[in-house]
């Protein structure tokens, strides 16, 4: 079955503007999680969603948000771009009704600040 | 990569040995814990995973053991190949808790031809 999918691969954006990333888990889960990664603080929980519901926050400004939709794809959208927002962004799903629980991630966007 | 910045710890080893990689998690309410191996320019992926009511699991070439006295977890990977070069992370999580994974800052191992 298809994995985790994340798009665009790569992005180049100036401050002060604002981005959004798509994920589409796969299919059947129903949770969806989005990470930070950078060389600097490694990987950080930013956010998850169950159910078109944010169940759980990580520590980061109110310019990170997010949505899930029906189907449970997920966007998270990043306003008002600072430097320090570069970094790769993963999505991870998970179906907590399996046995097989583990959190599988996608292939994740480039986001780069100039 | 992604983790250059970070002091990651490295191991390097022969190929065919077997390696050890440690990671010490720090809730105690934890109680599931994954292995992730992650290429540059690629996502984590999954290698094997662990519940706290069991100290051992075997996957094909690799190992968890899960001490949850000293709250450490470790990965064995026997008979290493060039493709095992990356970097590996364990994360925790709640399993009934929230769904946020904690991940630790990895290790970069390294296998010589």
């Known amino acids: 079955k298809a994995g985790v999918t994340q798009t665009p691969r790569y992005l180049i954006k100036t401050r002060g503007q604002q981005v959004t990333l798509s994920c589409s888990p796969i299919?059947?889960?129903?949770?969806v999680s989005w990470y930070q990664q950078t060389p600097g603080q490694g990987l950080q929980f930013l956010f998850e969603?169950?159910?078109?519901?944010?169940?759980n926050k990580g520590n980061f400004p109110g310019r990170f948000s997010g949505r899930q939709f029906s189907n449970s794809r997920s966007e998270m959208n990043v306003s008002t771009l600072e430097l320090g927002d570069s970094a790769l962004y993963l999505c991870?799903?998970?179906?907590?009704?399996?046995?097989?629980?583990?959190?599988?991630f996608g292939s994740g966007t480039r986001l780069t600040v100039v | 990569g992604e983790n250059v910045g970070l002091h990651l710890p490295t191991l390097s080893v022969q190929e065919g040995d077997n390696s050890i990689i440690n990671c010490a998690y720090s809730?105690?309410?934890?109680?599931?814990f994954i292995w992730y191996k992650q290429e540059s320019g690629k996502g984590p992926q999954f290698i094997i995973d662990i519940r706290s009511n069991m100290d051992k699991r075997q996957g094909q070439r690799v190992t968890v053991l899960l001490n949850k006295t000293v709250k450490h977890l470790s990965l064995q990977i026997a008979a290493t190949q060039p493709g095992d070069s990356a970097v590996y992370f364990c994360a925790e999580n709640a399993l009934f808790g929230n769904e946020k994974l904690t991940f630790g800052t990895g290790t970069r191992l390294t296998i010589i031809p």
């Open positions: 299919s059947g889960h129903r949770s």
């Open positions: 809730n105690s309410a934890s109680d599931y």
């Open positions: 969603y169950f159910s078109e519901t944010q169940r």
């Open positions: 991870a799903s998970n179906n907590r009704d399996s046995l097989n629980y583990g959190y599988t």
